[in-house]
C-alpha cells in the first residue's frame, strides 16, 4: 500500500520558471493538502481540497495553484517561481469518517529555486 | 485565530533523561489533537492523537500525551528517551467538522538526544 506519492522528490528551477508538483494517495481519502516546510515555522497551509471538485486558499496560497484533478490526484503549481519559494513541500491527505481526521504524509519535495 | 504553540524550538537531552515538550492551542470549539514526529530527512508520521474520551493517550515508542482542556493544552512526554528518539516533533490541531480536517501545526520543536 503505497499512502501519499509525491514526485518529484528533488528539484532545482531558476526563478520565474514553472513547474508542477503531483501528488496521488490510494486511501481513497476525501481531503488532500499540501503544506510548505520551512525551518522555525513548522508546517503552513499553503492549499486544501475538503473533497473531489472543491479547493480552498490556506495559510499562505499567494504563488500557488491547486487542482484536485480526481479523488486520488491533487497537484500544487508554481506559475513564476521565486527564491522565497524554495522550501519542502509536503502533500497529505485525510478520511472525513466520523471525526477521524489524522493525516497521512507523502515523503517530501525539496525544491530550490535560484 | 486558530494557532498552536509550541514552547520549546530545541531541546538537548542525555539518554534516559525525561522529556515533555509544551503545546498550546487556540482554536473555538471542540478539537482533535495530534503530535508528529518527523526523524532526519524522512516525512511526518503520526505519533499519538486524541480524539475523545480519555485525556491521557499513549502512542507509539512509549510517548504519551496529555490533553487538558482547561489550559487549552496537550503537552507531550516520554519518561526515558533514547538516542533513536532524535527528531523534530510537531503538534497540530483540527477541528471537529471543519472544512476538510485541516490541520493547523505548531512551530516544531527539535529534540536531540545525546547518547
Known amino acids: 500500500n503505497a499512502g501519499v506519492t509525491q514526485t518529484p522528490k528533488f528539484q532545482v528551477l531558476k526563478t520565474g520558471q514553472s513547474m508542477t508538483l503531483q501528488c496521488a494517495q490510494d486511501?481513497?481519502?476525501?481531503?488532500m493538502y499540501w503544506y510548505r516546510q520551512d525551518p522555525g515555522m513548522g508546517l503552513r497551509l499553503i492549499y486544501y481540497s475538503a473533497s473531489e471538485g472543491t479547493t480552498d486558499k490556506g495559510e499562505v496560497p499567494n504563488g500557488y495553484n491547486v487542482s484536485r484533478l480526481n479523488k486520488r490526484e491533487f497537484s500544487l503549481r508554481l506559475e513564476s517561481a521565486a527564491p522565497s519559494q524554495t522550501s519542502v513541500y509536503f502533500c497529505a491527505s485525510s478520511s472525513r469518517t466520523g471525526s477521524h481526521t489524522e493525516a497521512f504524509f507523502g515523503q517530501g519535495t525539496r525544491l530550490t529555486v535560484v | 485565530a486558530q494557532s498552536v504553540s509550541q514552547h520549546n524550538h530545541h531541546v538537548i537531552l542525555s539518554e534516559a533523561a525525561s522529556l515533555e515538550l509544551g503545546c498550546n492551542y487556540s482554536?473555538?470549539?471542540?478539537?482533535?489533537l495530534f503530535w508528529y514526529v518527523q526523524y532526519p530527512g524522512q516525512h511526518l508520521q503520526l505519533l499519538l492523537k486524541?480524539?475523545?474520551?480519555?485525556?491521557l493517550v499513549k502512542g507509539i515508542k512509549g510517548f504519551e500525551a496529555e490533553f487538558i482542556k482547561s489550559k487549552f493544552s496537550f503537552n507531550l512526554r516520554k519518561p526515558s528517551v533514547q538516542w533513536s528518539d532524535t527528531a523534530e516533533y510537531f503538534c497540530a490541531v483540527t477541528g471537529r467538522g471543519n472544512q476538510g480536517g485541516k490541520l493547523i501545526f505548531g512551530q516544531g520543536t527539535e529534540l536531540s538526544v545525546k547518547p
Open positions: 482554536y473555538g470549539g471542540t478539537v482533535n
Open positions: 486524541y480524539f475523545s474520551g480519555d485525556p
Open positions: 486511501m481513497n481519502h476525501n481531503s
